[in-house]
């Protein structure tokens, strides 16, 4: 069965660096997000996008964020400089048009320093 | 503003049925999920409610009344792996972000 794959599964950072987090996405999902969660707090919607654009993005989405679809299969989160207050596990999710349910991958849990 | 409420923890007996309520307050609404999750683990998808309803899937069951604001997650025949945290999540409207509760901790003792 396909499957969300995210990469690194851990990172620990500076603070001030910048992290990228990749997801490759169920191949032929066209609808992608990112959501955070803060350990022992809940999932939270970061951004959706969809047809190389940013669909929606929430207040937590600051300009330190960006999201990038490079290729046909990868689909990345960075964080230009991190803050200790960045640290979380990261979910990526996809789904498929016409379909409502959004698949996660396994998560990256990034730690800054 | 999006308000999504479940009882925090819960504890059932393995073999037993347990029933976890969500209840929603939202601005927009295109379904409800409940969600899986194992501790440092991604949430799984379990069930989808749009309609007012049962939805049965196997040993788990998911009711949804649109007009109360109100889902509930059924597991029955609970066994040890099902100790988790349970997710209660709301699609909103136009892009379909999920907006999620707190998460319901249930743990299954023998």
């Known amino acids: 069965e396909p499957e969300v794959t995210q990469t690194p599964s851990h990172q620990v950072t500076q603070m001030g660096q910048e992290v990228i987090l990749r997801c490759v996405p169920i191949?032929?999902?066209?609808?992608f997000y990112w959501y955070r969660q803060i350990l022992g707090q809940k999932v939270e919607f970061l951004v959706s996008?969809?047809?190389?654009?940013?669909?929606?993005k929430s207040e937590i989405f600051d300009d330190q964020f960006s999201v990038e679809r490079p290729d046909g299969s990868n689909f990345t989160l960075k964080i230009r400089s991190t803050k200790l207050e960045d640290s979380a596990m990261y979910f990526c999710?996809?789904?498929?048009?016409?379909?409502?349910?959004?698949?996660f991958g396994p998560g990256t849990r990034l730690l800054v320093l | 503003g999006q308000n999504i409420d479940q009882p925090t923890e819960m504890t059932a007996t393995e073999g037993a049925i347990v029933q976890i309520n969500c209840t929603y307050q939202t601005s927009g609404f295109n379904g409800l999920f409940w969600y899986q999750q194992h501790a440092g683990e991604a949430p799984t998808f379990l069930s989808y409610n749009v309609l007012d309803g049962l939805e049965e899937k196997g040993r788990f069951s998911s009711f949804l009344s649109r007009s109360k604001g109100y889902s509930y997650l059924l597991l029955k025949e609970l066994q040890m792996k099902d100790s988790a945290s349970y997710l209660c999540a709301v699609s909103m409207e136009y892009g379909n972000k999920l907006v999620f509760g707190a998460g319901t901790i249930l743990r299954v003792k023998s």
């Open positions: 996008f969809y047809n190389n654009e940013i669909s929606e």
């Open positions: 999710a996809s789904r498929k048009r016409g379909q409502e349910t959004q698949y």
């Open positions: 191949s032929n999902h066209l609808y």
